[in-house]
């Protein structure tokens, strides 16, 4: 298993200011620490890309987009692809969040096509999966997690350049989290099915971050489960002092 890794997800937050000052913050700690701690990723919104990777330097923390259209260009008004995310400093692309996939109506077909994208574009696609509160109280997480990831997946997924999220969508923005039995249960499930399409070497070097809620507090906890390798973090990613404190975990 590679460095794990920390991703924060700014979601529609942030302007100018804010969020220069939030990745102002974040690089000099990550200066002042070195290597060899987490990896570190920033997922701030499109528009604040080309003044964040500035305001990053050559601290050691990636950049990366929340969404990316299939496309690498055209007629698509509003969309950004993951040509243009390269293109602004990115190396990540978050795709099928919950909220594009709630929001948007975006299914697993369109998710592989944006994770493909990605792919495309040089960057390492964040494929997000998770079940709802419904969901799980019918007893379908594991088969509806199965399926997304399934069917998500980039067809081919060269030198397992891939990351995958479990985020359950009930622990999303709730203070909820997963009991670590359930979350060891989805990931273990996730290995599973990851070594089955890659085979054992690379289907075991994907990252699978736990994502919902993880704050300071249940870091430790959620991040010492069994095949989680990092997490996707959205509100307690807007405090560089709470980030920095899971990336130091
Ligand atoms: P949260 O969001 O940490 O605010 O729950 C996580 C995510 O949606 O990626």
Redesign the pocket.
Known sequence: MGRRLIAG?W?MNGLRGTGVALAKDLAARAQAAGEGGAELLICPPAQLLFTVAEALGNAPIALGGQDCHPAPSGAHTGDISAEMLADAGCSYAIVG???RRGDHGEGDGVVKAKAEAALAAGLTPIV?VGETADQRRAGQALSVIETQVLGSLPADVPGARLVV?Y?PVW????GLTAEPADVEEAHGHIRGLLVGRLGTEAGGAVRVLY????KPGNAAELLAVPNVDGA??????LKAQDFWAIAAT
């Open positions: 997800n979601k969040h919950s909220e997000c999220a985020e622990a999303i923005g709730t994502g919902g809620s993880v996707l973090v959205g509100g307690a990613s």
